[in-house]
């Protein structure tokens, strides 16, 4: 499986960014899908994930501002991120976890909220 994330960019704080994550090879295989963001320093964590059945999962900071959505396939996953907070900035991965595997990650997208 390999994943390509797209849509990072600068934004305001309040503002609004939707990231892509397209995946392809093996997509059947995969269970659920993810977005993770790594900020300068600290490690990375979930912010958001949804499994095939479409069952989602959100960092409690997030929660209410953030949606994660995904195509009938599992081909491409969304995160839709609005009322952004300069802390939010970051590197934002997208990841698959497949059955029996390590999970991929994709390249990162750089999101840089400015206050």
């Known amino acids: 499986v390999q994943l390509q994330a797209s849509g990072g960019g600068l934004v305001q704080a309040g503002g609004s960014l939707r990231l892509s994550c397209a995946a392809s090879?093996?997509?059947?295989?995969?269970?659920?899908m993810g977005w993770y963001r790594q900020a300068p320093g600290k490690q990375r964590e979930l912010v958001a994930a949804?499994?095939?059945?479409?069952?989602?999962n959100y960092a409690d900071s997030v929660k209410g501002r953030f949606t994660i959505s995904r195509d009938k396939a599992m081909d491409t996953v969304y995160l839709q991120m609005n009322s952004l907070k300069p802390e939010e900035t970051g590197v934002y991965y997208c990841?698959?976890?497949?059955?029996?595997?390590?999970?991929?990650w994709g390249q990162g997208t750089q999101v840089t909220v400015s206050s």
């Open positions: 990841n698959a976890v497949v059955y029996g595997m390590a999970p991929y």
């Open positions: 090879g093996n997509t059947l295989s995969i269970l659920n």
């Open positions: 949804i499994t095939r059945a479409g069952s989602t």
